[in-house]
Nanobody, 123 residues
Framework: VQLQASGGGLVQAGGSLRLSCTAS????????MGWFRQAPGKEREFVAT????????YYADSVKGRFTISRDNAKNTVYLQMNSLKPEDTAVYYC?????????????????WGQGTQVTVSS
């Protein structure tokens, strides 16, 4: 079972990026999915989560109104559209698959993690 995150890169403040996380080895269409991030010297923090069918999502206050999480179960992929990026969004972004069908901001509720993709926002 593998989660492959991609789409990170270097972008100027105010720019946009779209992260993707594709699962292989099994389907996660019945699992909540989420994105977390970890900046240098900081703990991994919650960014966004979505329930199994995409009908419910919620966000960290720091990204609300700028980031959008979505999923395509036919492609076994979850996305994170990031707009109006700020230098403080710089981090390694990780996708995770939750143990249950609802989205969750609790790190301990995730059973699988991707390898992370670097996002760097320059000022």
């Amino acid at each position: 079972v593998q989660l492959q995150a991609s789409g990170g890169g270097l972008v100027q403040a105010g720019g946009s990026l779209r992260l993707s996380c594709t699962a292989s080895g099994r389907t996660f269409s019945n699992n909540g999915m989420g994105w977390f991030r970890q900046a240098p010297g900081k703990e991994r923090e919650f960014v966004a989560t979505i329930n199994w069918n995409g009908g419910s999502a919620y966000y960290a206050d720091s990204v609300k109104g700028r980031f959008t999480i979505s999923r395509d179960n036919a492609k076994n992929t979850v996305y994170l559209q990031m707009n109006s990026l700020k230098p403080e969004d710089t981090a390694v972004y990780y996708c995770g698959a939750a143990r249950r069908g609802w989205g969750t901001s609790s790190y301990s509720e995730y059973a699988y993690w991707g390898q992370g993709t670097q996002v760097t926002v320059s000022s």
